[in-house]
């Protein structure tokens, strides 16, 4: 990527390095969880505001994602976020409950509740926290590592819009994919639109590398991953890759989103 105009030189490009193929000195290391619960420093300003408070607030979301780099020699930074950003963008009600993680007081229980849904194309308006965060990281960083943006993958999103919370078996959002097809594929699209704007507008706010996290990959067997989270995220992949680095993230994805990205040119740490 070509030095942006208004943000400093690069002075660790290690991770830039190696997600487009050259030859570094080091395997770069980031810290993945953000800041991680795993500082004192995170734990106190947590323990002073609410969790969407930090995510929305760039003062606080700077300061935590640089507070692993204050302590540790890394190469990148994540932006302290959340993926169900999206959703609340949507028009969607997130809280975050102690001992029980993300939860949606109102999850979608059938295809009717999609008009609740606000259009997709103006979710980006909602997340202008977000970019004001990016944009302040990555001043702050100096140019010493390189910053991270991230969002959630359609399937994933989806799989928490309606089942409302956390799911050992998400057999609710399964269940969907199954009863409601058409309308499965209808509210991916959505996510899917939001998610290309949103991503879009992360690399115009500084973010260098993005990342789209299938998290709840592991809820389906390749033909169901096929149909339904596959073309989502190639042409999350195709739309966005032009404007930044592009990531395809492992963790319990199968054999077919190794298969593809082979054929797609697309960095797989």
């Given at each position: 990527?070509?030095?942006?105009?208004?943000?400093?030189a690069m002075v660790?490009?290690?991770?830039?390095?190696?997600?487009?193929?050259?030859?570094?000195?080091?395997?770069?290391?980031?810290?993945?969880?953000?800041?991680?619960?795993?500082?004192?420093?995170?734990?106190?300003?947590?323990?002073?505001?609410?969790?969407?408070?930090?995510?929305?607030?760039?003062?606080?979301?700077?300061?935590?994602?640089?507070?692993?780099?204050?302590?540790?020699?890394?190469?990148?930074?994540?932006?302290?976020?959340?993926?169900?950003?999206?959703?609340q963008a949507l028009?969607?009600?997130?809280?975050?409950?102690?001992?029980?993680?993300?939860?949606?007081?109102?999850?979608?229980?059938?295809?009717?509740?999609?008009?609740?849904?606000?259009?997709?194309?103006?979710?980006?308006?909602?997340?202008?926290?977000?970019?004001?965060?990016?944009?302040?990281?990555?001043?702050?960083?100096?140019?010493?590592?390189?910053?991270?943006?991230?969002?959630?993958?359609?399937?994933?999103?989806?799989?928490?819009?309606?089942?409302?919370?956390?799911?050992?078996?998400?057999?609710?959002?399964?269940?969907?994919?199954?009863?409601?097809?058409?309308?499965?594929?209808?509210?991916?699209?959505?996510?899917?639109?939001?998610?290309?704007?949103?991503?879009?507008?992360?690399?115009?706010?500084?973010?260098?590398?993005?990342?789209?996290?299938?998290?709840?990959?592991?809820?389906?067997?390749?033909?169901?991953?096929?149909?339904?989270?596959?073309?989502?995220?190639?042409?999350?992949?195709?739309?966005?890759?032009?404007?930044?680095?592009?990531?395809?993230?492992?963790?319990?994805?199968?054999?077919?989103?190794?298969?593809?990205?082979?054929?797609?040119?697309?960095?797989?740490?």
């Open positions: 990527m070509a030095q942006e105009s208004g943000f400093p660790n490009d290690r991770l830039l390095r190696a997600a487009r193929g050259e030859e570094v000195d080091q395997v770069p290391v980031w810290v993945m969880r953000q800041a991680g619960r795993y500082l004192p420093e995170f734990r106190e300003v947590r323990a002073k505001h609410d969790f969407f408070t930090m995510c929305q607030t760039p003062s606080l979301s700077c300061q935590v994602t640089l507070q692993p780099l204050n302590r540790f020699p890394l190469d990148a930074a994540i932006i302290f976020s959340d993926i169900l950003v999206i959703p028009g969607m009600e997130v809280e975050m409950r102690p001992g029980e993680g993300p939860v949606f007081p109102s999850p979608l229980h059938g295809p009717e509740d999609l008009s609740r849904l606000a259009p997709p194309g103006d979710a980006c308006t909602k997340l202008q926290y977000v970019f004001d965060a990016l944009t302040l990281t990555r001043k702050e960083l100096k140019g010493k590592a390189t910053l991270i943006g991230f969002s959630g993958a359609p399937w994933t999103i989806m799989a928490y819009m309606i089942e409302g919370k956390g799911s050992k078996t998400m057999s609710n959002a399964k269940g969907w994919l199954y009863k409601h097809a058409e309308a499965s594929h209808r509210l991916l699209k959505i996510i899917t639109e939001a998610t290309i704007h949103y991503l879009v507008g992360q690399v115009k706010a500084g973010a260098q590398v993005l990342q789209v996290f299938e998290s709840h990959a592991e809820h389906l067997g390749p033909q169901l991953f096929r149909d339904f989270a596959l073309p989502y995220l190639k042409q999350i992949c195709d739309q966005v890759k032009e404007q930044g680095e592009a990531a395809w993230p492992p963790r319990h994805s199968n054999d077919v989103l190794a298969d593809s990205v082979s054929q797609r040119g697309v960095t797989m740490p």
